[in-house]
């Protein structure tokens, strides 16, 4: 059974940080692209960044600069560090795996409000 538990999420000042992981469980965690997405009220899903299998990374322009993403093939977990975050940040952040299917967790809530 494949489990994707992300945590990290919470309530952070304009300007602040936050780091999300996502634990991975019941896959091959190395041959997977790892992505993180965003979903705000009222919106649709959009996609943040990824990592793929072999570490190179893609970013939306929107968080370029800003958020940094990882992984941990050990620890089967990836990780999203979140910098110089801004209100338009606000939203549940979903981690995703995918290769041959596609899995996601249950998402984490990110809430940026001074």
């Known amino acids: 059974q494949v489990q994707l538990v992300e945590s990290g999420g919470g309530l952070v000042q304009p300007g602040g940080s936050l780091r999300l992981s996502c634990a991975a469980s019941?896959?091959?965690?190395?041959?997977?692209?790892m992505g993180w997405y965003r979903q705000a009220p009222g919106k649709q899903r959009e996609f943040v960044a990824t990592i793929f299998s072999r570490g190179t990374t893609d970013y939306a322009d929107s968080v370029k600069g800003r958020f940094t993403v990882s992984r941990d093939n050990t620890k089967n977990t990836a990780y999203l560090q979140m910098n110089s975050l801004k209100p338009e940040d606000t939203a549940v952040y979903y981690c995703?795996?995918?290769?041959?299917?596609?899995?996601w967790g249950q998402g984490t809530q990110v809430t940026v409000s001074s």
């Open positions: 995703n795996a995918d290769r041959f299917s596609s899995y």
């Open positions: 019941g896959i091959t965690f190395s041959a997977y692209a």
